[in-house]
């Protein structure tokens, strides 16, 4: 019997850990809803599907940014893709109220700035394989390509879960606004201690939600 009531016991206490690390991550995003800086970046997005969390709305956000700040431990930046825990990027806000990627570092900066860890940080050369001159041999290009500085593509978080209907008239708008105006979404952002939520996706400068 004795064996028996320590699982159980195991069992409690694990799910008992679930349960308070579910409800810090609740407690933590709303906090962060209520009381963070609004940032608004442009995007795009499309309309998949999650078979465990249901239907959501996809944006991406992703952000060039050549301003690469000298490493911390005076390392050179390297050709990389990560998830990311080691990448920090600034935001500002630009003059059309939206906001972009100013700085990549490794660490963030007292600078009085918006720093965030974003999702995802990949650096790569300047001169990508779109820039290859017609004509212009591989060996020619890559060596063109490898001379030219490097540059950090920032992407950010990218699912908006919602109503099952309304995901799917959010995609249908959003390719009709691409149809028509060559352009996409803007995906709303809330941003505190560093950390950078998704809240909304706003398409014609209507929240998806009111579409």
């Known amino acids: 019997m004795k064996p028996n009531v ?5 069992i409690v206490a694990v799910l008992a850990v679930q349960c308070v690390a579910i409800g810090w991550l609740i407690w933590r995003y709303e906090d962060i809803v209520r009381n963070g800086i609004e940032v608004r970046l442009k995007c795009s997005a499309y309309d998949p599907s999650d078979p465990f969390r249901g239907r959501y ?3 991406e956000v992703s952000e060039e940014c050549d301003n690469l700040l ?3 431990d005076g390392r050179a930046w390297e050709i990389h ?4 825990n080691g990448v920090f990027a600034e935001l500002e806000q630009s003059t059309n109220g939206l906001w972009r ?3 990549v570092a490794d660490s963030p900066k007292d600078d009085g700035g918006v720093w965030i860890k974003p999702k995802r940080v990949q650096v790569e050369h ?7 001159s017609a004509g ?5 290009f890559a060596k063109r390509r490898d001379a ?8 950010m978080p990218d699912q908006l879960f919602m109503n099952e209907h309304l995901a799917s008239v959010a995609e249908e708008a959003l390719r009709k606004a691409v149809a028509q105006y060559g352009k996409g979404a803007v995906a709303v952002y809330r941003v505190k201690d560093g950390e950078i939520v998704i809240t909304d996706v706003e398409i014609g400068g209507k929240s998806v939600s009111c579409l």
């Open 6 to 10: 320590n699982k159980a016991a195991l």
């Open 81 to 84: 893709s990560r998830h990311n």
């Open 101 to 103: 990627v100013a700085a």
């Open 136 to 140: 212009e041999s591989y060996k020619d």
């Open 70 to 72: 000298e490493r911390v």
């Open 148 to 155: 030219s500085p490097l540059m950090a593509i920032v992407s």
């Open 57 to 59: 709305l996809r944006v």
């Open 126 to 132: 300047s001169v990508r394989w779109a820039n290859r």
